[in-house]
């Protein structure tokens, strides 16, 4: 399974990072290969300063060896070894009528001091970070997230998109992240679903992320702004900062893996604003991204 999933995140990031380029028609992707001391590696690909996209990576990585103990503790275990591989995806566009997307999708496996596999689980999502909202690019977004689910099963995308709700979301502002889409984690087997039923359904959610967000930046990328509404694009970056910063799950395990710093940062934009106590003039657009932002909807 471990490698038929890494085959898998190789191929997609061949296939996002293409499809990429070709929207924004003039930067490229950076590789950038790295080891881990203690096991396994990866690739980053970084794109910069773009016609389109400011900042943004795709990134995999297959990292491998004794788990350190701050996740022992972590997952209730002892003297245990551990494999993990994912594609982990942020794009943050230079227009702020664009918005920023992210996406994850991710094996790992669990082993006793004699190798053999003690447990192991998919998880993963992709999920959309407007800064002006249109109720359009929304819908179609989660349309796309509720077909992928709904080829497995009816209740996969009413939960999912309930729990990214729940953890894109900063509880010290009281607000979402984003708009949402799907979040789920440990997906184990099941008598319902076995570990092959589970890879089928996350390459599945991997296979439609272009659908699902390249459509709505051909659409917004060429659309006027200004200075000011770059600046609220800036603002609510600081947001997201706050949430990878204090929150994400993904940040927090890296960093006590020993992952790669740079990798695991690539995730923040080049620019962002903290202002003091700033507040968006009533009935706004801005203001009403920050209405939904607090109290999400659901938009298929």
Same mark, same amino acid.
């Given at each position: 399974?471990? #490698?038929?999933?890494?085959?898998?995140?190789?191929?997609?990031?061949?296939?996002?990072?293409?499809?990429?380029? /070709?929207?924004?028609?003039?930067?490229?992707?950076?590789?950038?290969?790295?080891?881990?001391?203690?096991? @396994?590696?990866?690739?980053?690909?970084?794109?910069?300063?773009?016609?389109?996209?400011?900042? @943004?990576? *795709?990134?995999?990585?297959? *990292?491998?060896? +004794?788990?350190?103990?701050?996740?022992?503790?972590?997952?209730?275990?002892?003297?245990?070894?551990?494999?993990?591989?994912? !594609?982990?995806?942020? %794009?943050?566009?230079?227009?702020?009528?664009?918005?920023?997307?992210?996406?994850?999708?991710?094996?790992?496996?669990?082993?006793?001091?004699?190798?053999?596999?003690?447990?192991?689980?998919? @998880?993963?999502?992709?999920?959309?970070?407007?800064?002006?909202?249109?109720?359009? $690019?929304?819908?179609?977004?989660?349309?796309?997230?509720?077909?992928?689910?709904? +080829?497995?099963?009816?209740?996969?995308?009413?939960? &999912?998109?309930?729990?990214? $709700? /729940?953890?894109?979301?900063?509880?010290?502002?009281? =607000?979402?992240?984003?708009?949402?889409?799907?979040?789920?984690?440990?997906?184990?087997?099941?008598?319902?679903?076995?570990?092959?039923?589970?890879?089928?359904?996350?390459?599945?959610?991997?296979?439609?992320?272009?659908?699902?967000?390249?459509? %709505?930046?051909?659409?917004?990328?060429? !659309?006027?702004?200004?200075?000011?509404?770059?600046?609220?694009?800036?603002?609510?970056?600081?947001?997201?900062? /706050?949430?990878?910063?204090?929150? #994400?799950? @993904?940040?927090?395990?890296? !960093?006590?893996?020993?992952?790669?710093?740079?990798?695991?940062?690539?995730?923040?934009?080049?620019?962002?604003?903290?202002? &003091?106590?700033?507040?968006?003039?009533? #009935?706004? =657009?801005?203001?009403?991204?920050?209405?939904?932002?607090?109290?999400?909807?659901?938009?298929?």
């Amino acid at each position: 399974m471990k #490698d038929k999933f890494y085959a898998y995140i190789q191929q997609l990031q061949n296939k996002i990072t293409s499809k990429l380029e /070709e929207i924004d028609g003039q930067a490229k992707f950076k590789e950038d290969k790295w080891t881990r001391a203690e096991g @396994g590696g990866g690739h980053s690909r970084v794109i910069e300063n773009g016609a389109v996209f400011e900042k @943004g990576g *795709v990134n995999i990585s297959a *990292v491998h060896g +004794a788990l350190p103990e701050s996740m022992q503790n972590y997952f209730g275990v002892k003297d245990a070894d551990f494999f993990a591989c994912g !594609l982990s995806l942020v %794009i943050h566009p230079k227009n702020p009528m664009v918005p920023t997307v992210h996406a994850n999708w991710r094996y790992f496996e669990m082993y006793d001091k004699h190798g053999k596999i003690v447990d192991q689980w998919f @998880g993963g999502g992709q999920d959309l970070t407007p800064y002006y909202l249109f109720n359009e $690019d929304a819908a179609h977004f989660h349309s796309v997230c509720k077909k992928a689910c709904d +080829a497995h099963n009816a209740n996969f995308y009413p939960t &999912y998109k309930k729990r990214c $709700d /729940e953890y894109f979301y900063n509880a010290h502002r009281n =607000e979402g992240r984003g708009i949402g889409g799907l979040f789920f984690d440990y997906c184990k087997a099941t008598d319902e679903m076995s570990m092959q039923n589970w890879f089928d359904f996350v390459t599945e959610v991997g296979d439609s992320f272009l659908e699902a967000y390249a459509p %709505i930046v051909e659409k917004r990328k060429a !659309l006027a702004y200004t200075p000011e509404q770059r600046d609220w694009q800036e603002i609510r970056r600081g947001r997201y900062v /706050e949430f990878n910063l204090v929150h #994400d799950k @993904g940040t927090l395990f890296g !960093l006590k893996t020993n992952g790669r710093i740079e990798s695991i940062l690539m995730s923040l934009p080049s620019h962002v604003q903290w202002r &003091y106590n700033y507040q968006p003039e009533i #009935d706004s =657009e801005e203001a009403r991204l920050v209405e939904i932002l607090q109290n999400p909807k659901d938009w298929v």
